[in-house]
């Protein structure tokens, strides 16, 4: 009876442990400011991620979708930028548009691995950079790393690791 259950603990262990998010403030201080949820934000598409020479097309664009999914929880406007573009041409779009918040992501690591065979879990690491349109003071700037567990059934990608991290960051800005 004590082996079923200590195999039962580990496979629940082992399937529980999903993802464990890094979330590292870029800046003085550990505490978020407080974004006004009358506020509303127009999001960049960063590059997309790569590994070694290898890119992975769309990627940046998904997590520009990721970051809206998160916003639009808390403000009523979020527009994500219909191609890429420079953070001053962006700068003038946004006042032109009346944009309160203008959000830079950047994808620093995407590593998609074949993790049920390799053991090697996926891994992501992204910045996320907010500003005020009005003063083009940075607001607020994180850097979340996670990686995906380590034994998976297949299926998952560095992409999936965000919702959870960026929704959890997005909240502490409200």
Not at 32 to 46: F, Q
Request: with cysteine; hydrophobic share 45%.
């Amino acid at each position: 009876m004590k082996k079923a259950m200590l195999c039962l603990l580990a496979v629940v262990f082992i399937w529980g442990r999903a993802y464990t998010a890094e979330q590292i403030t870029v800046g003085e201080s550990a505490v978020h400011p407080k974004l006004r949820s009358d506020g509303s934000v127009y999001i960049l598409v960063p590059e997309d991620g790569k590994y070694g020479t290898r890119i992975y097309p769309g990627s940046g664009s998904t997590m520009a979708q990721v970051i809206r999914a998160a916003f639009e929880k808390h403000v009523n406007r979020v527009q994500i930028a219909p191609e890429k573009e420079n953070l001053e041409i962006a700068l003038i779009k946004t006042r032109t548009q009346g944009f309160t918040y203008l959000v830079r992501p950047m994808i620093l690591r995407w590593e998609q691995r074949a993790v049920q065979w390799a053991r090697n879990p996926d891994k992501v690491e992204i910045k996320i950079m907010i500003m005020d349109t009005a003063t083009e003071a940075i607001i607020d700037s994180v850097v979340i790393k996670d990686k995906s567990r380590w034994f998976t059934v297949g299926g998952d990608h560095p992409s999936d690791l965000l919702p959870e991290p960026i929704d959890k960051y997005v909240a502490s800005l409200f």
